[in-house]
């Protein structure tokens, strides 16, 4: 590897923002009954002949099982086929994949873990490591995020419209933009390689249990609808695959967060809160509010096949999705700590005794000032990706390549937010609060706290919009603009042999150009003459919102829109943390890769195939951003540098015959650093004082920073029996050569702007904390997983089936490189140590049930926080139950074609949880939020013809 810097320079005129711009159990009784699987099925075979057992039973090589089973099928095969070691998903039946989203299905597969946002399953860990070490493709192609970084949302892909997934654990010399700790690959389907005509319309009703918690949000209910269509004309030269996709989903969610604990730590005063017994830990403020929104979603897909002889083979791929949401956000909350300047006390505390430390779970408090939220937020996202690949066979053994494409997204969002309280306005104007009292009590076991406050908030006549908590404005609003493309042109050349241990050699580049920039803008919102309290008017006002709950009746309500036209006066308000959000980052990247297949016998009983291969990677970075340290005197930096890897890989698969196989993989790999962390952005100045004036400091992004790298081993024992049954164990270690954490090093401040002309420097080189390649650790585990059709234990059984899958990880990398008594803070972000999957089905004479759970452990998970920033909190152990109900009418029946489905999503209400995880305030381990979303309720019906 080699490493060039560029000069850092002034970027000012050139930055282009515009605009401004219980499955334990389980688990043991499968591995049991996996165990036995391939004896059984030996037996079944001595009992008859050929296939002719059951029709419903096809070889390994040619599935023809359809529905659940054909699905588990598909996807076994795909495993076993391909020369990595990899998981896949494969469709149902055409726009039907297992699951809800993608997403769900996904987080189903061996090692894999999702992350719930919004109660839904949306960014996914493969191995232990978080969303940013993982690759996402569509049809093999990089994609763009409308997130901040490298993870993708997989909620921006339908599952109506993807076809199959493959993760890849292992690399590939020819799988480009790979991740280091897995590769998702998104297929649509290929309508020539279907070969038949088929039209296929679904429609579903959906319910939120919760039903609506909002007043003025437009439905409670909501819808899905996609049309799919695949042909072939032009004697099977010509295939066509068009597919449409509508969500309308209902979104709610009963929220509370505690905001801190805290009460024992040496430098909190010890008087502070009379009452407080000395030293105790008590909860120093909180929220609840209720949140419901509508999320649509428009998905269109397109493959265009051509294919006129076997020379010749044009594929076209398009892909656009619409995403709009709407969230309305009503609730309350306060500040209970020493210093709200309002004198706040307790009396009667309850405190029960946590390990060394006393900690008050509930009392009376006095002197409470809460304010009451009402918000809307908008996000709207438009993404496009295009491929075209064009492929040749020539002079009998040749074959070449050529695959362009190109991948966009933008979002626009509004984040806005207003505050109300109790508050009076006296002679000359002259505001006062009015103070409140509040009962509480707030169990350490994650749930609901409960609160009784002494005066009503969803009384419109007294709870007036104001700032009752002297923030310095009224409301606030922020637009984040987002926008990703990846423009790629990839060439590749093949050349087959026949006879030999190698089957062939391909060699190829790929040369590609990311850009992805963010600008964020804030306003403040101000009531008119002068900031004066105002009641909302009748016209304004909404239903009040229940917060029963946590104990509280109403809330005020109003449409928050109509309040900000009618009694605000909206002005740009930027600081220094609202420039440093925005910044530009790109990368060219330029990839040469070779690869040799392998495929030859070892002996009479032992066939090897596999590749070995090799990338070379030439990577050149940069990025433009502000330095903040004067709002008035703002800077620009513009900095950059380029590296190159190698990255070779082996990938080897022993075929002992009867279905064992053996699979052995190494390669170095990389993942490149959070475009957040690469960011020119900075607050930077010269000191004026002290022992360092003269000299420069700052914090910021660090454009010179380098890719995570590893290098990996895995090893797979599978075994195969019947089309619909596996059992494989894998063992996986990790050596991560670097880890990207925060540090303070010495750097170089040439081409800043000087905040303050007045103060020279005495010399360019200072201090800088920022993102840094610093040192690594392992990463290791193991994955068993199995699939079991339990029709060939007994014919009593035909019908009835599992899948499961259980994995441990651990690793030795600390992210902060301190050592914490909080253990969490010493946790790799992401790293669940547990995550299993249980999927129990029954499938016959047209009728199918599926009950699925997923688990994973406690984990460092990435969240939004205060004012739309990142950050990093311990989400407590998730567990999440599915249930699928459907019938489909046989041929020869009036109403073949035509199938009926039920699902419940979040089948037990599954809560999510955090809890603090940091040593702020003397302690951790206490509750922090709890949020329920409910079930999801749907109802549907599909219909097939050709």
């Known amino acids: 590897m080699t490493h060039h810097a560029h000069t850092p320079g002034t970027a000012g005129a050139h930055l282009r923002f515009a605009p401004r711009r219980q499955l334990l159990a389980s688990a043991c009784a499968l591995a049991l009954v996996s165990s036995f699987a391939a004896h059984a099925q030996d037996a079944q075979q001595e009992q008859a002949t050929g296939t002719q057992q059951n029709p419903d039973i096809s070889t390994l090589d040619k599935v023809q099982v359809t529905g659940i089973r054909g699905s588990i099928a598909t996807s076994i095969d795909t495993k076993n086929e391909s020369s990595s070691i990899v ?81 890849y654990k292992t690399p590939d010399a020819k799988l480009i933009g790979q991740g280091l700790s897995g590769t998702v690959d998104l297929q649509t389907i290929r309508p020539l390689e279907y070969g038949q005509r088929r039209i296929v319309i679904n429609a579903r009703g959906e319910k939120n249990s919760f039903g609506r918690l909002n007043s003025g949000v437009s439905n409670s209910l909501g819808n899905r609808f996609s049309a799919s ?73 397109g493959v265009f096949e051509y294919k006129p002889n076997e020379n010749f083979h044009s594929i076209l791929d398009l892909y656009y999705s619409k995403f709009d949401q709407k969230e309305t956000m009503r609730g309350i909350m306060w500040s209970q700590d020493p210093w709200t300047g309002n004198g706040v006390s307790i009396a009667n505390p309850s405190v029960v005794r946590r390990g ?142 026949e006879s030999g241990p190698f089957t062939g050699v391909e060699v190829g580049a790929n040369f590609s150009r990311r850009e992805k920039e963010k600008v964020s803008t804030v306003y403040y919102a101000n009531l008119k003459n002068g900031r004066t309290p105002i009641t909302v008017g009748n016209d304004v006002l909404v239903a009040p919102t229940n917060l029963g709950f946590v104990g509280i009746p109403h809330v005020l309500a109003y449409d928050v829109n109509d309040a900000l036209s009618r009694y605000y006066d909206i002005t740009l308000r930027m600081d220094q943390n609202d420039f440093q959000k925005d910044f530009s980052v790109l990368e060219k990247v330029k990839t040469f890769y070779a690869k040799l297949d392998i495929d030859t016998d070892l002996g009479e009983r032992v066939r090897l195939r596999g590749n070995v291969g090799v990338q070379y990677i030439k990577t050149d970075q940069s990025s433009r951003g502000f330095n903040v340290a004067s709002v008035d005197n703002l800077g620009g930096v ?36 959070r475009i957040d962390d690469m960011r020119a952005a900075s607050n930077a100045s010269v000191n004026a004082t002290g022992p360092d004036a003269g000299r420069w400091s700052g914090s910021g992004g660090n454009p010179y920073l380098e890719p995570w790298r590893a290098k990996a081993a895995d090893l797979s024992f599978e075994k195969y029996f019947g089309p619909a049954s596996y059992v494989a164990l894998a063992l996986f270690y990790k050596s991560l050569d670097n880890y990207i954490r925060p540090d303070t090093v010495e750097y170089d401040f040439s081409g800043y702007t000087n905040p303050d002309p007045t103060i020279v420097p005495i010399s360019n080189i200072g201090t800088f904390t920022t993102p840094v390649n610093d040192k690594g650790g392992y990463l290791r585990g193991a994955e068993l997983s199995t699939a079991l059709d339990f029709g060939m234990f007994a014919p009593v059984l035909d019908g009835f089936g599992a899948q499961f899958s259980a994995s441990y990880t651990e690793s030795n990398i600390n992210p902060s490189n301190t050592t914490s008594t909080v253990a969490a ?10 995550v299993a999957n249980l999927t ?37 152990a998730d567990r999440q139950t599915d249930l699928q109900l459907s019938y489909e009418f046989p041929d020869g029946s009036n109403m073949a074609g035509m199938s009926f489905l039920f699902q419940v999503n979040n089948l037990t209400n599954s809560p999510y949880r955090t809890v603090q995880d940091s040593e702020f305030g003397g302690g951790a381990s206490q509750p922090l939020e709890y949020n329920e979303y409910g079930r999801q309720f749907m109802f549907g019906v599909s219909y097939k013809f050709n």
């Open 356 to 497: 060394n430390v006393d900690i008050v779970t509930g009392g009376n408090l006095s002197n409470i000032e809460p304010v009451v939220r009402n918000d809307y937020n908008r996000r709207q996202d438009d993404m496009f990706s295009a491929g075209w690949k064009n492929i040749w066979h020539f002079a009998d053994k040749w074959t070449a390549q050529a695959d362009l494409s190109y991948s966009t997204t933008e979002r626009e969002q509004s984040i806005a937010e207003t505050y109300a309280g109790l508050q009076t306005v006296g002679a000359g104007g002259v505001v006062s609060p009015v103070l409140d009292t509040l009962s509480y009590s707030s169990p350490l076991s994650s749930e609901f706290a409960r609160f009784s406050f002494g005066r009503n908030y969803g009384d419109p006549s007294a709870v007036v919009l104001s700032d009752p908590s002297n923030w310095g404005r009224d409301g606030r609003i922020e637009t984040p603009h987002l926008e990703d493309t990846i423009k790629a042109a990839r060439f590749e050349l093949r050349r087959d042999f």
């Open 87 to 167: 998981e896949a998903i494969s469709a149902e039946d055409i726009g039907k994949l297992p699951d809800v989203s993608i997403a769900e299905s996904i987080a189903r597969l061996p090692g894999l873990a999702a992350q719930r946002v919004n109660g839904r399953a949306q960014v996914i860990a493969i191995r232990g490591l978080a969303p940013d070490f993982a690759a996402t493709l569509l049809n093999g192609r990089e994609q763009v995020t409308t997130g901040d970084n490298r993870g993708v949302e997989f909620d921006q892909y339908p599952s109506e419209l993807i076809n199959a997934v493959t993760v």
């Open 638 to 673: 513009s900095a950059g540098t380029d590296y190159d890897d190698v990255l070779p890989s082996l990938n080897l698969v022993a075929d002992f015959g009867e279905g064992w196989f053996v699979r052995f993989g190494a390669a170095k790999t990389l993942a490149r650093g």
């Open 825 to 834: 803070l010493n946790r790799l972000p992401g790293l669940s140590r547990d």
């Open 229 to 301: 269509y695949i042909d072939q004309f032009a004697n099977n030269t010509i295939g066509i695959a068009l597919g449409y996709a509508h969500l309308d989903s209902p979104f709610q969610e009963k929220h509370y967060k505690a905001w801190w604990w805290g009460g024992s730590a040496d430098w909190f005063p010890a008087d502070g809160i009379p009452g407080k017994p000395a030293g105790a830990e008590m909860l120093m403020g909180a929220e609840a509010w209720a949140r419901s929104s509508d999320q649509i979603r428009d998905g269109l897909m």
């Open 840 to 876: 129990l089905y029954y499938e016959k004479n047209g009728f199918s049930a599926r009950v699925s759970e997923r688990y994973r452990s406690e984990f460092r998970g990435e969240i939004y926080n205060l004012f739309f920033s990142r950050a990093y909190t311990t989400i407590l």
